[in-house]
T-cell receptor
Framework: SQQGEEDPQALSIQEGENATMNCSYKTSINNLQWYRQNSGRGLVHLILIRSNEREKHSGRLRVTLDTSKKSSSLLITASRAADTASYFCATDAGGNEKLTFGTGTRLTIIP | GAVVSQHPSRVICKSGTSVKIECRSLDFQATTMFWYRQFPKQSLMLMATSNEGSKATYEQGVEKDKFLINHASLTLSTLTVTSAHPEDSSFYIC??????????????FGPGTRLLVL
């Protein structure tokens, strides 16, 4: 399987703390994307980082990419209860336009 | 902008019946749409890539005769689960790639359809 892996599988933190999720993948990529999914809902695109980028910010989100280690991390700073959701990384290897999703991290923010 | 809808949002059917799920891009045109399946607490698995006006490309292990995909227009793709069985119960999510996205990096996801086969 080409599916990436994320760790931790589940994470519970207190509101206000920072949350870090990691994603590892197996093939060369064109870009890596992070998505959020609330329970039973569709996916919301959070951020995209290209293979020639190492770090990207968007609001309280910070994404890093290490292509030599085939890994990425998503940091959510100053977490809020509304951040409770599952977070998935997805890789785009280019060419065939397909996204391959990681296994996901279930994040719970405790008020 | 860039809204994708799915209909129905949830459906319960008897084993052996067929179920059609619609995926529409509401405010943009999409030559390519993707269909995913997600089992509880698991990740999304790509089932097939749907291209307007041509046959869908199915992922390995996905039965094309069981999961019929039609992409008849630039704003609509349908997935029909034929002769559904309880093991087909899942959350089906579509996504659409805008024609205007020259980088081909963007997919907009629908809200999903929950299928329960009794």
């Amino acid at each position: 399987s080409q599916q990436g892996e994320e760790d931790p599988q589940a994470l519970s933190i207190q509101e206000g703390e920072n949350a870090t999720m990691n994603c590892s993948y197996k093939t060369s990529i064109n870009n890596l994307q992070w998505y959020r999914q609330n329970s039973g809902r569709g996916l919301v695109h959070l951020i995209l980082i290209r293979s020639n980028e190492r770090e990207k910010h968007s609001g309280r989100l910070r994404v890093t990419l290490d292509t030599s280690k085939k890994s990425s991390s998503l940091l959510i700073t100053a977490s809020r209860a509304a951040d409770t959701a599952s977070y998935f990384c997805a890789t785009d290897a280019g060419g065939n336009e397909k996204l391959t999703f990681g296994t996901g991290t279930r994040l719970t923010i405790i008020p | 902008g860039a809204v994708v809808s799915q209909h129905p949002s949830r459906v319960i059917c008897k084993s052996g019946t067929s179920v059609k799920i619609e995926c529409r891009s509401l405010d943009f045109q999409a030559t390519t749409m993707f269909w995913y399946r997600q089992f509880p607490k698991q990740s999304l698995m790509l089932m097939a890539t749907s291209n307007e006006g041509s046959k869908a490309t199915y992922e390995q292990g996905v039965e094309k005769d069981k999961f019929l995909i039609n992409h008849a227009s630039l704003t609509l793709s349908t997935l029909t689960v034929t002769s559904a069985h309880p093991e087909d119960s899942s959350f089906y999510i579509c996504s659409a790639r805008p024609i205007r996205d020259s980088t081909k990096e963007t997919q907009y996801f629908g809200p999903g359809t929950r299928l329960l086969v009794l």
